[in-house]
């Protein structure tokens, strides 16, 4: 009898964030029509925002710092076609039948085993992307505001968690609000780069970094050395297709913009 009332208050707790509708969002496996409500737009902005890692700046100076401008580049074209070749079906059939990296895999016939392991490298790579933008998003509080780092990587973290609670219902309302002030933030600076008296494009552009001679021209070796940092990217794509399931059903007039959501916010 003392251990019920123990635990009588944990489940009205849990049974009011269960019929919490808002928390709930079928933020895992199966989209079932009925919440695929929102907007071709709306979904294809949220997901292409989650994109906008600043990891990726990283990366890309990382590899032409170490490989060259010239490898670097064609590193990026060759693992653009990659993604969009392998995300492509991927997102195409996620959207359609409204189903995560796990379905989809034990779908197309990993089986069980199959499918955690896709599901474990998601989590990993997911675990590892988020803590580097942590880190990043902590060392700019800290330059900007004089915060110390370790409290400035409690509040990189504790600051999503309202959001992902909330699932895409508040991460899509979010994006929106906040999309405006990210394009000021992206293009600024590069703005300023470009239009500075001391900007040097062709010099960028004949950097051979690290590589030294090797650098000026392509070279297999490195080429492949800068495609392997960025084919860590692949795992991306299962993120982006939490997002896309919730894309409504394709019409059957105007395919195209359903097509263009797809294609905008997924490879």
Not at 87 to 101: F, N, R, S, T, W
Not at 113 to 133: M, N
Not at 184 to 201: A, C, G, K, R
Not at 222 to 240: D, H, R
Request: proline share 4%; glycine share 8%; aromatic share 14%.
């Amino acid at each position: 009898m003392q251990s019920n009332e123990k635990i009588l208050p944990t489940r009205r707790t849990y049974n009011k964030l269960v019929a919490n509708e808002m928390m709930e969002d079928f933020a895992l496996r199966f989209t079932a029509k009925r919440v695929r409500v929102w907007s071709l737009n709306r979904i294809a902005n949220t997901a292409l925002g989650i994109v906008s890692f600043l990891v990726l700046e990283a990366i890309g100076g990382a590899i032409t710092l170490n490989f060259g401008f010239v490898n670097s580049a064609w590193a990026i074209l060759a693992v653009i076609a990659v993604i969009f070749l392998t995300g492509l079906p991927i997102c195409y059939y996620a959207a359609k039948y409204g189903v995560d990296i796990d379905l989809l895999s034990r779908g197309s016939g990993f089986g069980y085993i199959g499918s955690t392991i896709a599901s474990l490298i998601y989590a990993s790579f997911t675990f590892i992307f988020f803590a580097l933008e942590a880190a990043i998003m902590s060392m700019a509080l800290q330059i900007l505001f004089g915060i110390p780092l370790a409290l400035a990587y409690v509040v990189s973290a504790l600051v999503v968690l309202p959001l992902v609670t909330h699932g895409i219902a508040y991460i899509s309302r979010f994006q929106v609000w906040t999309q405006p002030i990210w394009l000021v933030l992206q293009l600024v600076p590069l703005f300023y780069v470009f239009s500075h008296p001391d900007s040097q494009i062709q010099g960028w552009i004949e950097y051979t970094g690290q590589s030294g001679e090797q650098g000026e021209r392509f070279n297999i070796l490195l080429f492949g050395a800068a495609s392997a940092v960025l084919l860590a990217l692949v795992a991306q794509i299962g993120e982006q297709v939490d997002f896309l399931r919730f894309l409504p059903e394709k019409p059957k007039t105007s395919r195209w913009k359903w097509w263009a959501a797809l294609i905008a916010g997924g490879p």
